[in-house]
């Protein structure tokens, strides 16, 4: 995989041509200087709506394949304690190691780690260091 499937629309967005989906160019934490649960998580994403963030209103938490299509080993940025992780270095660097997803059962969700490629569940209250990396668009197949 190359980073050049990914673009910077100049607009704090980056276009996946391989899968049509736009990201956010950073995550919550960049955006707010703080970590969030997955509910103030959700509010965010509806703030970010409200404001237009990047020129869209349609934005949403990811699921977990969305997730799964930015890791790839072959990739490096570095995440907030300047440890690896493996996503397009087109993202700005400091974001979360691990990223909430839209996943819900009773009060876990599912986080993805941007580290391991794996996913697990966590309390979806738990405040961090956990954060949301904007998505929009249907993935295509």
Same mark, same amino acid.
Request: charged fraction near 30%; charge should be neutral; glycine fraction near 10%.
């Given at each position: 995989?190359?980073?050049?499937?990914?673009?910077?629309?100049?607009?704090?967005?980056?276009?996946?041509?391989?899968?049509?989906?736009?990201?956010?160019?950073?995550?919550?934490?960049?955006?707010?200087?703080?970590?969030?649960?997955?509910?103030?998580?959700?509010?965010?994403?509806?703030?970010?709506?409200?404001?237009?963030?990047?020129?869209?209103?349609?934005?949403?938490?990811?699921?977990?394949?969305?997730?799964?299509?930015?890791?790839?080993?072959?990739?490096?940025?570095?995440?907030?304690?300047?440890?690896?992780?493996?996503?397009?270095?087109?993202?700005?660097?400091?974001?979360?190691?691990? !990223?909430?997803?839209?996943?819900?059962? $009773? +009060?876990?969700?599912?986080?993805?780690? *941007? &580290?391991? %490629?794996? !996913?697990?569940?966590?309390?979806?209250? $738990? +405040?961090?260091?956990?954060?949301?990396? *904007? &998505?929009? %668009?249907?993935?295509?197949?």
């Amino acid at each position: 995989m190359s980073d050049e499937r990914f673009t910077d629309n100049g607009n704090e967005t980056v276009t996946d041509a391989q899968t049509g989906l736009t990201w956010s160019k950073t995550d919550s934490r960049q955006m707010t200087k703080r970590w969030m649960h997955l509910e103030k998580g959700q509010k965010f994403v509806e703030e970010k709506n409200a404001e237009k963030f990047g020129g869209y209103d349609d934005w949403r938490v990811p699921n977990l394949e969305d997730m799964k299509t930015i890791f790839d080993k072959s990739f490096s940025n570095r995440d907030f304690g300047r440890n690896e992780i493996y996503i397009p270095s087109v993202f700005e660097e400091g974001g979360a190691d691990c !990223s909430w997803t839209d996943t819900v059962n $009773g +009060d876990r969700a599912m986080m993805f780690s *941007l &580290v391991k %490629g794996r !996913s697990s569940w966590i309390n979806k209250l $738990g +405040d961090g260091p956990f954060a949301i990396r *904007l &998505v929009r %668009g249907t993935r295509q197949k």
